[in-house]
């Protein structure tokens, strides 16, 4: 289900959909439901921000509800003063109205029933709320709340603003960090080898090294560390295939001489089965590591602060 068609679909059923959340929701008397869609594990997840001064009820009626409804309701909770439920997809969409309709019937239920008050996500109080999105996700915050963080984002922003990047402290730091990734990988490797996913370690702490030397991460950064990474993976993979071949070496009797294991290594190279192996692990190491660049890119969570919206509603 591509984002347009989940717009769509939401809207069938009663919700508006929020583009910078990529999530619905709709609002009962104080209460605010929200919907997000979840591609991976194919289903939505509802939430409800409420509190409940008897859990007892509010569980039996929420365990009842899913009892009865097992065909569609993967799981339900309560938690944090938060109601969940994850709801299964099917082929059939029309279906899936329903299924949403008998949810959204069962939370207004809910929300008439006094076991529940709509709440803050913020300091869990019932008090009037509006929704806003904080980074990516939409939450009901009351107005105290929501004037506290935003005085929290703007100094954040500001000392975001006034930090200047240190790029040689922070490419310094960057290959202290990617060595000791190396380190572990070659000390990993010698346990399974896992075709080369261990190189995440590599870069991730390749990463995290020029984030707390530099200060502040950047495109540029993000690809100066991803350079590095695979520079440093490389040899990394040649040291952990000679301190293996030293490790046979010995087993076979023939104690602990560098110069042979480096020798042997660069004549197992030349094998074409053995290159091939080598070759799949150095691809899979650097697509991981390629992986966790973008995540960093995206998401540069050290340095960047959380832009908190408008209230939506």
Known sequence: MTESEFQEFLITVGYRYNTKSKSAFNTFEGFHTIIYFNDKENRYTLTLGAATGDLGKLLEKIGRFASDNKSYIAKSSYKDRRIRMNIRMTIDSD??????????????????????????????????????????ELVPVCDSCIAKKRK??????????????????????????????????????QINSLYGIFAGFIAAFCFAGFVITGKRATKLSAVICEIISVIIFVAAEYMAQVANMAVLIEQHGGGIAVSEAISATNSS????????????EMIVGILVMMIIGIIYFLKRKYTRPLKISKNIL
Not at 269 to 280: A, C, K
């Open 95 to 136: 279906i899936d109205k329903e299924n949403l309709k008998e949810v959204a019937k069962f939370i207004k239920e809910l929300c008439k029933s006094e076991i529940i008050t709509p709440v803050c996500r913020v300091c869990a109080t019932n008090r009037k709320t509006g929704l806003y999105v904080i980074g990516r």
């Open 152 to 189: 929290q984002y703007e100094h954040r922003r500001d000392m975001f603003i006034k930090k200047k990047q240190n790029m040689p402290a922070g490419i310094f730091g960057a290959v202290f960090g990617a060595a000791m990734g190396a380190s572990l990988y070659i000390l990993l490797y």
């Open 269 to 280: 190279i030349e094998d074409t089965s053995y290159l091939n192996i080598l070759l799949v």
